[in-house]
């Protein structure tokens, strides 16, 4: 192909493009204005409040009490129930001791064996080792 062919193919190709371009109607405006959408979200989600729930009074004395030991049968309570045990039946005669192995993870009798435990209990002691 002719090299003059050639450049004038190229300078009709710039001239249009100067003298049509700016006259389209997908300007940097109106493209911006027709196909920018955004949204804007909450990245906190849904705000929960639980109802409130008073501390349970203390006891006057263990002495006599049914205490429940919670384990979440993680490492470090097996070790430490036994002492507990101790200290407390020496300062509460008459002190009784049950235990539940209540998962910290999914476990089907959850509620069933929690409902027993509050139940059977006059306070309940959590062992939540690690």
């Given at each position: 192909?002719?090299?003059?062919?050639?450049?004038?193919?190229?300078?009709s190709?710039v001239?249009?493009?100067?003298?049509?371009?700016p006259?389209?109607?997908?300007?940097?405006?109106?493209?911006?204005a027709?196909?920018?959408k955004l949204?804007?979200?909450?990245?906190r989600?849904?705000l929960?409040?639980p109802p409130?729930?008073?501390?349970?009074?203390?006891l006057?004395?263990?002495?006599?009490?049914k205490?429940g030991i919670?384990?979440?049968t993680k490492?470090?309570a097996?070790?430490?129930?036994?002492?507990?045990?101790?200290a407390?039946?020496?300062?509460a005669?008459?002190?009784?001791f049950?235990?539940?192995v209540i998962?910290?993870?999914v476990?089907?009798?959850?509620?069933?064996?929690?409902?027993?435990?509050?139940?059977?209990s006059?306070?309940v002691v959590?062992l939540?080792?690690?």
């Amino acid at each position: 192909m002719n090299t003059k062919v050639l450049r004038n193919f190229w300078l009709s190709l710039v001239l249009m493009g100067l003298f049509i371009i700016p006259f389209l109607p997908w300007n940097h405006e109106s493209v911006a204005a027709s196909s920018v959408k955004l949204e804007v979200l909450d990245p906190r989600g849904e705000l929960f409040t639980p109802p409130f729930t008073p501390i349970a009074a203390r006891l006057s004395t263990l002495a006599g009490k049914k205490v429940g030991i919670l384990r979440n049968t993680k490492p470090g309570a097996d070790s430490f129930a036994p002492f507990l045990e101790k200290a407390l039946k020496e300062v509460a005669p008459g002190i009784q001791f049950r235990t539940w192995v209540i998962p910290y993870n999914v476990y089907p009798n959850k509620d069933k064996d929690l409902k027993a435990l509050f139940e059977w209990s006059d306070a309940v002691v959590g062992l939540m080792g690690d």
